[in-house]
C-alpha cells in the first residue's frame, strides 16, 4: 500500500518504520527534523499525502489533528482513508470524520495503547471508530502496527473507548498507590499486600502487570527510577479529555475528575512532570492527612 505518515514522533515514528519494514510504501512529515529508518520524507503534510491510499496522523492533540486535516483532506484521492492514531478528543474526532466524509474519504479514529514500547515492537491495540469500510481498509495497516484492532462503533468511538479505558487506570492506579502508601502506615509489608491483592478482589491491571512499588510484582517503572512508561503528563492529558467527553455527555464522573485533579496537582505543582504515572506511590509515602 502507499501510506502516508504525519506526525513522527516518539509513537509515530517506531510505527511508520514497522510499515515500512512490512514492505509499505511510506511517505513521512513532521514540523521537526527527523528520520525514519525506511521512511521517505516530504516537504510537507499535503505532499505526504497525495496519491496515497491510507494516510496516517500521530499528532499531539485534536487542535492539531483538526488543522493538519485541512491541509491533507484536500490533498487525497477519493476512496482513500485518514487513520488517526492520535489521542484526540471525541467531537475532533467527530468533526474530522464529517470533513473527510464529505469529501469523499474514509475516516478511521483509531488510538492506541500499549506505549512506545508496543509502537516500537508492533504490538499496539487499537480501538477504532468508523464505518466497515474505513476499519477494512485500515486493518491490514493495524495488523502491522499492533496484535489486535476492535472496531468500537461510528466515528469517536475509538476515542471514546480509549479515554473510558484510561479513566479507569487513572482512577486504579491512584487507589493503588494510596492504598499501598496506607499499608505502609499500618507495618504491613509491600510484599504481602502484593500476594494477596493481586490474587483477591482488589486485583488490577495496575497491581497486577504494573505495580507502582518497586522490588515487587513483575518488571515495571517503579523498579526503574518510575521512568516512564506512561507519563503522568500524558495520563493527565487523557483524565482531561475524559472529563471535557464528561462534560459535553452531561456524564457524573466524579472519581475521573478527582483523579484528574490529583494527577493535575502532582504534574503541575509537584515533582510528576516527567515521571511515569506510577510515581503517584512516592507521591502518597511522603504526605499525611493534613
Ligand atoms: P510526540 O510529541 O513525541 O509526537 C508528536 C509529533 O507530532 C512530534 O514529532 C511533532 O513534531 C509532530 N507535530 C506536531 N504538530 C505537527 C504538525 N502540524 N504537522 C506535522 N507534525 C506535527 O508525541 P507521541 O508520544 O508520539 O504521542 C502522539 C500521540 O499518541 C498523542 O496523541 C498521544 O496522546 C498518543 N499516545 C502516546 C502514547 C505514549 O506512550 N507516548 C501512548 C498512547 C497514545
Known sequence: MKIGFIGLGNMGAPMAANLAKAGHSVTGFDMADVAVDGVRLAASAAEAAKGQDVVITMLPNGAILRAVALDVLPAMDRGAALVDCSTV?????????????????????????????????????????????????????????????????????????????????????????????????????????????????????????????????????????????????????????????????????????????LYEQFVEHENGSGQDFSAMLPRFEGRGRG
Not at 467531537?91 to 506505549?115: K, N, W
Not at 480509549?162 to 479507569?168: G, L
Not at 493527565?236 to 455527555?249: F, G
Open 89 to 261: 478528543d471525541v467531537e475532533s474526532a467527530r468533526a474530522v470524520a464529517a470533513e473527510a466524509e464529505a469529501a469523499g474519504l474514509l475516516f478511521v479514529d483509531a488510538p492506541v495503547s500499549g506505549g512506545v514500547g508496543g509502537a516500537t515492537a508492533g504490538t499496539l491495540t487499537f480501538m477504532a471508530g468508523g464505518t466497515e469500510a474505513g476499519f477494512a481498509k485500515a486493518s491490514p495497516l493495524f495488523e502491522i502496527m499492533g496484535q489486535k484492532a476492535v472496531h468500537c462503533g461510528a466515528a469517536g468511538a475509538g476515542q471514546a473507548a480509549k479515554i473510558c479505558n484510561n479513566m479507569i487506570l487513572g482512577v486504579t492506579m491512584i487507589a493503588t498507590c494510596e492504598a499501598f502508601a496506607l499499608a505502609d502506615k499500618l507495618g504491613l509489608e509491600r510484599q504481602k499486600m502484593f500476594d494477596v491483592v493481586s490474587t483477591s478482589s482488589g486485583y488490577s491491571w495496575s497491581m497486577n502487570a504494573y505495580c507502582p512499588a518497586p522490588g515487587v510484582g513483575p518488571q515495571s517503572p517503579a523498579d526503574n527510577g518510575y521512568q516512564p512508561g506512561f507519563a503522568a503528563n500524558l495520563m493527565l492529558k487523557d483524565l482531561r479529555l475524559s472529563q471535557q467527553a464528561a462534560e459535553a455527555a452531561d456524564a457524573d464522573t466524579p472519581l475521573g475528575q478527582a483523579a484528574m485533579a
